[in-house]
């Protein structure tokens, strides 16, 4: 028997990343087929908005269009039933088609567990129990922060400092000039350990804000009277914040270890001390440090400006699909479905 022909369709980027990693899949047992031909196409062929079932008759169109026997989607959107639940996967046999979200995979060893789902999905397909549609739900307590973690790990928010890189280093060189200011030394030191906690919170939720407002990434609801729109819009603003506050405190505490390097390097705690009129330890640049950092955050990230780089669009799943939809429209323009 001829082998089968496997098409993958996944979403760019992570999406697509994943599924090529899988063009070398393989029955998992004997089966009356000659092994599969696995194909890639990434390409977005579903919209958050979509029902589940658009999204397989696109997938089966891609199918006809490459004469694949069969077609699974890997999608980077969570996927939601009827009934509001999220799904792991939906199966149509009859369509030969099937679709995999990969947020509802939790985040962690999403390649393995990837791997292992669409090695599933076409082997229950290329031998079907039942000719019936199936979805497959992910636990009602813990699916939404099951989702929720896949997209904000999908996000890579530790990646997010290539999209502040200007900001960065003005916030390096605040720091560095801010560290020798005897001034700032009299402030620093002056200050309790709840004010600098507050100090700390304050910058990195202000930087947040001017990155949210300034990129345009809160996203809204297509349609106000929709529960589903505004549960995706919910969904896609929390990923989105957690994404940056996960990255802006990654980005804060490697300038406070940058900040302190510089302090234990130049600064003498004897000079200081002439300078302040009191005792100076070595225990008091690490708070002199804390206080910096904060300031160095504010006034040299705002006082720059953030680039429109790719690493700040990546944070958010609303601009993604910004783009998807302009592509989608652009083929439909072409004639393409």
Known sequence: ??????????????????????????????????????????????????????????????????????????????????????????????????????????????????????????SG???P??????????????????????????????????GLKSALVAALATGAVATIEPTVWSLAISLSGWRLAAATLASIAIIIAWIVIDGRLWDRPDDDDSAQARERSRLYNTSTLLTLTIGIIICYLALYVVNLAWALFVLDTTVMSEALGRAVGVEDLFVLTWFVASAATLGGALGTGLESDDAIRAATYSKREEERRARLAHEKSRGIE
């Open 129 to 162: 129990a039942s000719s019936d549609e199936q979805r497959l739900p992910l636990p009602r307590l813990s699916a939404r922060g099951r989702v929720l973690l896949g997209m904000v790990l999908a996000n890579r928010p530790w990646l997010l400092a290539a």
């Open 125 to 127: 397909m290329a031998e």
């Open 1 to 122: 028997m001829e082998p089968i022909r496997v098409g993958l369709v996944a979403d760019p980027a992570s999406p697509t990343a994943v599924a090529r990693r899988m063009t070398d899949l393989s029955p998992p047992v004997a089966t009356e087929a000659d092994g599969w031909i696995v194909e890639l196409v990434s390409e977005p062929f579903t919209l958050g908005s979509e029902d589940v079932d658009v999204a397989l008759e696109r997938l089966r169109a891609y199918a006809e269009q490459n004469r694949w026997d069969l077609v699974v989607g890997v999608t980077e959107l969570p996927l939601r039933d009827d009934d509001g639940r999220y799904l792991l996967a939906a199966i149509d046999p009859r369509r030969q088609s099937a679709v995999l979200s990969l947020p509802a995979l939790g985040g962690y060893r999403v390649q393995t567990r990837a791997r292992h789902a669409v090695r599933g999905l076409v």
